[in-house]
């Protein structure tokens, strides 16, 4: 039944992602850039051991954070897209926005300001490794 598909596929679409100033709805206007870490203490705080989280940052330099991620939304009542750091716990989304050095841990992404290190991105890229928990 392809309608039934596609009702489906739009209800899962808009998730509970809310304007922290509006608390109103917000529409993603971009796809999910995920985060990056070299910090152990980050991996901890994601429930990896710390033996673990030191071998993994040994061997891949850039872990990315599973549940976090950067992505841009548009609210109708600020007018505006704004780039916001996501986190995911369960079924629950906390949404900041995103300060600048979060883009420095962003694969992909250009800064909002200042020169984007192309040399930096790409030496990352090919070290990337997925990492699941
Ligand atoms: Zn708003």
């Known amino acids: 039944m392809p309608r039934r598909c596609d009702r489906n596929r739009k209800r899962s ?6 304007c922290p100033i509006h608390g109103c709805y917000l529409d ?4 999910k850039y995920p985060l990056y870490t070299d910090q152990p203490g980050k991996l901890q705080q994601k429930g990896v051991s710390r033996r673990d989280a030191l071998i993994l ?11 976090e991620w950067l992505e841009a939304f548009w609210c109708k009542h600020c007018q505006d897209i704004k780039w916001y750091h996501v986190q995911k716990y369960e079924r629950v989304y906390k949404v900041t ?3 600048p050095e979060l883009w420095q841990q962003a ?10 290190s192309v040399s930096e991105y ?9 990492f699941r928990s």
């Open 13 to 18: 679409k808009r998730r509970a992602i809310f």
């Open 28 to 31: 993603s206007a971009s796809p």
């Open 57 to 67: 940052i040994a061997s891949q330099t850039a872990i990315p954070l599973t549940g």
């Open 97 to 99: 926005l995103a300060p």
């Open 107 to 116: 694969m992909g992404t250009v800064p909002l300001d200042g020169n984007p």
């Open 122 to 130: 790409t030496r990352k890229q090919s070290k990337m490794l997925t």
